[in-house]
Each structure stands twice: as structure tokens, then as C-alpha cells.
């Protein structure tokens, strides 16, 4: 066994960001790929009906595919998914609108499994703004009220599609470290999905995690970028933010065919407005090299011939993620 796949084989690897069209071939490509945890979207512009009957397609899946994947409610679950070599599930959602305008349904869904919520996708809501809001209003004061229930019940503040104004609002607001689960630093590429240095550090400062995405678009090369652009952008951010603020957050999207009802219906406005982006209907591939979560051994391996360390690696591969969900799941 090589020096990668005794790395790989011990560390502990958590995804903070699947929005996959999940079945049986899927979780096995998880065990797979090592991955110990994966936040899976549950949630775009789905209200309160359509977001509980995401929650129960898991409740059946948890029973059909139990010797593959198990629930997580604590990180004490995602340890016993190492150990049992399944991988554990955190349901997540890239918007509160599963919410409507009930603050006590943050605690229902947290009992459900909810563990994440970003709290706002792509553009307006109750909350405040997303990325392609045309103007920024900041963080509501509803908003304000909803970080405060999120920290109470114990849910992470997810800024990934959120806009700047909004997000600044929320990590000078929230009591509770926040994160980036699948972005990539604008320094590198200027473009609006991307985030700007002085966001990231926020995050960073507030004892939260940024998780580099492997959305090519999102790279200077586009659909031609390779496990090497991906190794830039995590140098990128360890320089800025420190090894116990990075994480790994994919952005897969495996199974939902280009252009496909799906990808078009995130894309659009609250699923049948505006078009917001392209990518719904026009080729998006991932990183040649990690483009499949089975491939994830290859960036282990690029990580150590670029000179990373055993302790960073396993750091950015889980270890900081399990601080953040102690702090904020548990109030450690």
C-alpha cells in the first residue's frame, strides 16, 4: 500500500456539498471514493410540503441502502461511519424557503436531519440576497432572527450562494462560526459565484470553513481545468484563511443530465422565473483527474507530491469540519 492510500484509508472524509441524483450506484461510488460524510442538498427552491417529502425519500433510503449509508445527527455518527465503512448522511439545503415564514420550522427539520442551510439561493428571500440579486438589500431583520434560531437549534450557516452584502451582514451577526461549502476564491477568477478575500477571511475569523468547489466554470480554464488547478485553489486558500479553515465541499452533481429538467429548474428564479445561469443547459465538467468522487485517492495523492503533510490533509479532508459541527451541532 502506497504512502496515498494509507493516507486515504485512514483519513476521515467529509463533502460539504452533493446535489446528485442519488441511487444505489451512487452510494457505492462514496465507499468508493473513501468518503466517510457527505452533505446531500435536500433542499433549492422546494417550500415546507416539498422539503418534508425530500426528508422522507431519505427516511426510505436510509432502510433500502443501510449497508451504504447511515444518517448523521452528531459527529459521533460520522465516527461511526468510519467504522462501520459506511458513509454517513447530512441533509443540507441551498435555501431556507423550505422554511416559509415559520422561524419554529428550523427545529422541526434539525430533528429531521437538517444539519446545514444556506441560506439564501442565488437570489431574494425572506432572509436576504443572493449572489444574483441585481441590488443586495443585506441581511433582513427576519434574517437576523433566523441566525439566531439556526445557532439555538444547532444548524451551520451555509454562504455559498449568497450575496456579498448578505453574507458580510451574516458573519458580523452570527455568534456561530459560518461557511463557504463549495466556493472558489475570486482572486483567482473574477466571476460573481465566487468569493472575494475579505468574505473568506470573515468566515474564517468567525471559527467557520471554506470548502473549495470542483465547479470548473468557477477556474480559469474553465471545463479544462485538472486536479492541478484544483491543488491551486486549496493553496490559495490555506495561504489566506489557514489549514484549520479549509475544507472540501464538490459541488457534484453526478447523475443530473445537461442540459435536464432538474439543472434547468435550478437555474431559473424560484424554479420558474428568470434564467439566472447558463449552466443549466450547456456542458459543465469537472476537473479532469477528480471527476468522479471514486477518483478522490488522485487528490490525495497530488496533495502529498505538493509537499502537504499527513496532518494537513487529514485537517482539510474532515478535521475541520468535525470541529465546526462539535461547535455549532453540539456547543462544544
Not at 232 to 255: C, K, M, N, P, Q
Not at 257 to 282: A, I, V
Request: net charge negative; charged share 25%.
Amino acid at each position: 500500500m502506497t504512502e496515498a492510500q494509507a493516507l486515504h484509508q485512514e483519513a476521515i472524509l467529509i463533502d460539504g456539498l452533493n446535489i446528485c441524483n442519488w441511487n444505489r450506484e451512487i452510494f457505492e461510488e462514496y465507499r468508493e471514493g473513501g468518503v466517510t460524510a457527505v452533505s446531500c442538498t435536500t433542499a433549492v427552491w422546494e417550500n415546507f410540503r416539498d422539503g418534508m417529502i425530500e426528508v422522507a425519500k431519505w427516511l426510505q433510503w436510509y432502510e433500502e441502502h443501510g449497508d451504504l449509508i447511515m444518517p448523521v445527527h452528531s459527529p459521533a455518527d460520522i465516527l461511526k461511519a468510519k467504522e462501520q465503512d459506511k458513509t454517513g448522511i447530512i441533509l443540507s439545503w441551498q435555501n431556507t424557503s423550505p422554511l416559509e415564514d415559520r422561524l419554529d420550522y428550523v427545529r422541526l427539520f434539525k430533528k429531521l436531519g437538517v444539519g446545514i442551510m444556506q441560506l439564501t439561493y442565488n437570489t431574494q428571500n425572506y432572509a436576504g440576497s443572493g449572489y444574483q440579486e441585481t441590488n443586495d438589500s443585506g441581511l433582513s431583520d427576519w434574517g437576523r432572527e433566523l441566525i439566531d434560531t439556526m445557532g439555538e437549534a444547532g444548524v451551520v450557516c451555509d454562504l455559498s450562494h449568497v450575496g456579498d452584502k448578505t453574507s458580510a451582514d451574516v458573519i458580523a451577526y452570527s455568534k456561530k462560526p459560518v461557511a463557504f461549502t463549495h466556493v472558489l476564491p475570486r482572486a483567482l477568477l473574477d466571476r460573481g459565484r465566487n468569493k472575494p478575500d475579505d468574505l473568506l477571511k470573515g468566515a474564517a475569523e468567525t471559527g467557520g470553513v471554506v470548502g473549495f468547489s470542483l465547479f470548473a466554470p468557477g477556474m480559469k480554464k474553465g471545463n479544462d481545468s485538472t486536479i492541478d488547478d484544483v491543488v491551486e485553489a486549496i493553496d490559495y486558500l490555506v495561504d489566506l484563511i489557514g489549514e484549520d479553515h479549509v475544507t472540501v465541499g464538490t459541488d457534484f452533481s453526478i447523475g443530473h443530465p445537461r442540459p435536464g429538467s432538474f439543472l434547468l429548474w435550478c437555474n431559473k428564479d424560484k424554479g420558474t422565473g428568470r434564467k439566472l445561469t447558463e449552466f443549466g443547459s450547456k456542458p459543465v465538467k469537472k476537473p479532469k483527474g477528480i471527476e468522479r468522487m471514486r477518483e478522490f485517492p488522485n487528490l490525495t495523492e497530488a496533495l502529498l507530491k505538493h509537499g502537504y503533510s499527513k496532518e494537513r490533509i487529514l485537517k482539510i479532508y474532515g478535521g475541520n469540519w468535525m470541529r465546526v459541527l462539535g461547535q455549532v451541532w453540539e456547543g462544544e
